[in-house]
């Protein structure tokens, strides 16, 4: 009698790969943060050489370069870029890259000066709003919610109609339409720090309630509203941009980023693309730059959502 084979028992089924463990994503989370630290490094790099080549050509070029930047050469008109001319010339024969440094330098200018105006607007509401409480706080905030239901560009026409063209008013017009939000930041922050312990004992031990504002208060909220001020240039810009581009901002003769892009329309519809190419890109980077600038300080100041995002 033949032997009986026996059968092979079956294979096991093969494991599956095991759920990632808390000790698991522990292990990850290193490489993610050392990741995530490369790439703020990078960015914060980047963004600061951006914003320093920009400061230094704006302070430095002008007085360097001693060319007219409104001097007239229709021999000179549109031609491309080259060693002479980097970026070109414009529609009269004006050197762009010399008229792109002076429209940055006003844009900068505009944008600074209207930032700082903006935040000292918001952050003297919303802590005046958040420390006297109350009806006022109610009052304070619903002027704030009527001011916000305007669209920003449609007030800062109105504001800029009532004076003659220049920079103070594209100024005045953009510190006015841009404090809201400041005032929101430093208020929800002024309430949050109302509860702490330390203000407690201050109010405790006698201190009115302008000192415990002045003392303790401000001072606490003093970053956000850095914070708000730097991310407020940008936007600033841009709206001084779009002023001007509309023709409502300054004269059609100073040089800015807008009038630059907005002397430029017929020359793009004529095959021309340096008269708009480049005032668009320095309007574009300096702006990005400030912004990543912007995001690192951001970071720094709420380490707890950043390691949160990072695992």
Known sequence: MADRVTPAPPAPPAPHAPHATPATRASRAPRRLGTGRQARRVRLWTSALIVGAVVLAVLLVPPLVQLDEQAVDLSRKLLPPSWDHPF????????????CV???RVSLLVGLVAALVATLIGTAVGAAAASLGGWTDRVVMRIVD?????PHL???I??????RPGVWPVIVSVALTHWLSTARIVRSEVLSLRSRPYIDAAVSGGASRWRVTVRHLLPAVLPQAGLAAVLMVPHAMWHESALSFL???LPSHQASLGN???S???????GDWWPTLFPGLLLIVPTLALAGLAGVWRDRLNPRRRSELML
């Open 264 to 270: 430029a329309r017929s020359s793009l519809l004529a």
């Open 146 to 150: 009527a001011f916000a239901s305007v």
């Open 260 to 262: 630059l892009v907005q």
């Open 102 to 104: 002076y429209g940055l």
């Open 158 to 163: 109105f504001i800029v109609a009532m004076f």
């Open 88 to 99: 070109g010339t414009d529609d009269v024969g004006r050197d762009l890259l010399l008229r």
């Open 247 to 249: 023709g409502l901002g």
């Open 154 to 156: 449609l007030l800062g």
